[in-house]
């Protein structure tokens, strides 16, 4: 039996706490910590009255890598599960260097003043997790994460080679909220105002940002607008799977939130630097994160589902072959299940997952490693059982 300690407790914190405290057979001791504890406690309480499970908690500030290292050497959990902002991806590699213990995340590190996000910090640390004998895993969300582990199961079982890769990226439900977005709002809104990229025969190619669009069609949603844009596990995946010829990301935006979007970027209110307010010193896009809807706080009544899934097209016993592999899941029934809407629930549950791999040793390493260089198989069989189950389509290659 393993214990686990998650750092924090947002819309993501939320559902991989739940699940953790459902996986009796793996945790035998689930803690939860985050900036703000009262967000914990509130957590801990819908976690007993819904999942009849006891868990702990407590308060950290990750950014302070001597408090995270001391509350890890205390603790001594099997894996630390980081589910706070990318910018204490870095912070918490750090204590858990020090304290020795294995690391996840769901999302790459990104410096606060710039919007930017790459492996390249993280992928600094693998000669410090190798020669510690620890390991970090990367991205073990949803996208990145699952969609990741189908690229390795489509390298795997599928094809001999495999020429592109689209990663196609759909919530076709709806929250009732004139704006808001489904993670937080600062992360999300500099990702999707970012200048597109994507790779093709060893370049990256940029583009606009929302520039570039194409109509997809989407199991359990129908046919959706997509547009470009960079994510990271193109980053990986582009050095990670053999032969590839070129990889994109693509995501579904519906007009309503573009021109939102387009307007608080016209007025100035996505900017990420320090502007002077009256004598305050204000950063635009951080006011908004507090003006808008909590991301958690959209679950209830939230209708509808989320389509992802990989395009991957390539050559299979000489002939042409073109799969999609996805997951649908329904807004309804992961509140139902863990109080949360799918865009929470697709990215925690790999999360915990992920950490179910390292604690049971089906996944080992030491270094730090991104999910497609691991073993697809013993992932996705424990991805589906928590809730995720996924489907391979043929397609007219
Ligand atoms: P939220 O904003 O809802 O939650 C973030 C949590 O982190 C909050 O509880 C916050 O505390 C806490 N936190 C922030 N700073 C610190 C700190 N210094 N120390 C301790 N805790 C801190 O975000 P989400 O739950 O929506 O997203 C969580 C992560 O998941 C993000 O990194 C996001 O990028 C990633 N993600 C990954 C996806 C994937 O598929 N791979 C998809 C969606 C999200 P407080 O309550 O005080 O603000």
């Known amino acids: 039996m393993a214990k686990v300690l998650i750092i924090g407790a947002g819309g993501v914190g939320g559902v991989v706490a739940h699940k953790c405290a459902q996986a009796r057979d793996v945790f035998d001791d689930v803690l939860l910590v985050s900036r703000t504890p009262s967000r914990c406690e509130k957590l801990a309480a819908e976690i007993a009255a819904v999942q009849g499970r006891t868990i702990r908690t407590g308060g950290l500030d990750a950014d302070d890598v001597a408090a995270t290292s001391r509350l890890l050497k205390a603790e001594r959990p099997d894996v630390v599960i980081n589910v706070a902002l990318p910018y204490q991806d870095l912070p918490i590699m750090d204590a858990c260097l020090d304290a020795g213990v294995d690391y996840l995340d769901t999302a790459n590190y990104e410096p606060p003043d710039v919007a930017k996000f790459e492996y390249s910090w993280q992928w600094a640390y693998r000669e410090r997790y190798r020669a510690a004998g620890r390991m970090a895993l990367l991205g073990s969300g949803f996208d990145p994460g699952v969609t990741n582990v189908y690229c390795a199961y489509a390298q795997k079982h599928l094809f001999d080679t495999i020429a592109t890769i689209d990663i196609l990226d759909c919530n076709g439900g709806s929250h009732g909220k004139a704006f808001a977005t489904n993670f937080n709002p600062e992360i999300n809104i500099r990702e999707i105002t970012a200048r597109g990229r994507y790779w093709e025969r060893g370049e990256w190619k940029e583009t606009d940002p929302l520039s570039v669009s194409a109509m997809f069609d989407y199991p359990g949603v129908g046919e959706r607008r997509s547009f470009l844009l960079y994510h990271e596990e193109l980053e990986s995946l582009a050095q990670n799977i053999r032969g590839l ?37 204000v950063v635009p896009i951080k006011l908004l994160k507090a003006l808008l809807p909590d991301p958690a706080s959209l679950a209830p009544g939230y209708s509808g589902k989320t389509s992802i899934g990989c395009l991957v097209a390539g050559l299979k016993d000489g002939k042409p072959r073109k799969v999609f592999i996805y997951n649908v899941c329904d807004h309804a029934e992961t509140y139902k299940e863990v109080r949360a809407q799918a865009v929470s629930y697709t990215t925690g549950v790999p999360a915990v997952t992920g950490a179910v791999m390292m604690v049971t040793g089906k996944w080992k390493g030491h270094g730090v490693f991104n999910m497609e260089e691991m073993d697809p198989d013993p992932f996705l069989a424990d991805v589906a059982a928590r809730g995720l189950p996924w489907h391979v389509e043929e397609r007219p290659a």
């Open 245 to 281: 010829e070129r990889i994109r990301f693509w995501m579904t935006f519906g007009e309503p939130y573009l021109k939102h979007l387009e307007v608080l970027g016209n007025v100035g209110m996505t900017r990420i630097d320090e502007v002077d307010y009256q004598g305050h010193k």
